[in-house]
């Protein structure tokens, strides 16, 4: 496997730390309610009291 990016984003983001990550034993059959539930109230929760804007991974 190769993997690169072309030269603009080396230009834009020269400190850039590319990387590749390789997962095998998922499968479109996994339970995911529970945590959709769970993440979605949290979400839910944040955005109560500030916009979504001011968060700081979204200002990231």
Do not use: C
Request: net charge negative.
């Amino acid at each position: 496997m190769q993997f690169s990016h072309a030269a603009t984003i080396w230009k834009d983001f020269p400190a850039l730390v590319p990387g590749a990550l390789f997962v095998e034993g998922i499968s479109p059959s996994a339970s995911v309610d529970e945590a959709i539930s769970r993440f979605s109230a949290i979400a839910a929760s944040r955005v109560a009291t500030v916009p979504e804007s001011e968060l700081p991974e979204i200002q990231a």
